[in-house]
């Protein structure tokens, strides 16, 4: 698929798209005319880097991770160090007091709207 058609599926700027290859975060084959050609594979890959974005992991951390979203055990890094590790579980953690945030803010927003559904006036009719 053409770049266009990837950017509207994902909801993700061209430009953005084309940054995610020069980090390494996709790879694109390219087309005897020099046209990038997008998998459709891609596209749920990239929904997972925007969300490993939106959730404030950085670029090469997600580089890391990526590709372990689809299966994890068939994934052996040579490079596992102490250090990776530990970077790994603090944004994990991290990861976790968001989604924690996320969740009660969730919930107060639901019992906000559901006060507010009983204090409102029935719509009048005709």
């Known amino acids: ?3 266009g058609e990837l950017a509207e599926r994902t909801e ?3 430009r953005l798209l084309r940054y995610y290859e020069e980090q390494g975060l996709i790879r694109v084959r390219r087309c ?3 046209y990038r050609d997008y998998d459709e594979r891609l596209v749920d890959q990239i929904l997972h880097i925007r969300g490993l ?3 404030g992991l950085p670029t090469r951390i997600i580089k890391q991770i990526l590709p372990c979203l689809d299966d ?3 994934i052996h890094f040579a490079d596992a160090t102490p250090e990776i590790i530990a970077t790994l ?3 994990r953690d991290r990861l976790t007091q968001r989604i924690d945030l996320l969740t009660r803010n969730r919930d107060a927003m ?3 709207i559901g006060e507010l559904r009983g ?3 029935p719509a009048s009719v005709g």
């Open 1 to 3: 698929m053409r770049i």
């Open 12 to 14: 993700t700027s061209r």
């Open 32 to 34: 005897a005319n020099g």
């Open 53 to 55: 974005l939106d959730a």
């Open 72 to 74: 994890p055990r068939d």
């Open 89 to 91: 579980e603090h944004q």
């Open 110 to 112: 639901t019992a906000y």
């Open 119 to 121: 204090c409102a006036r």
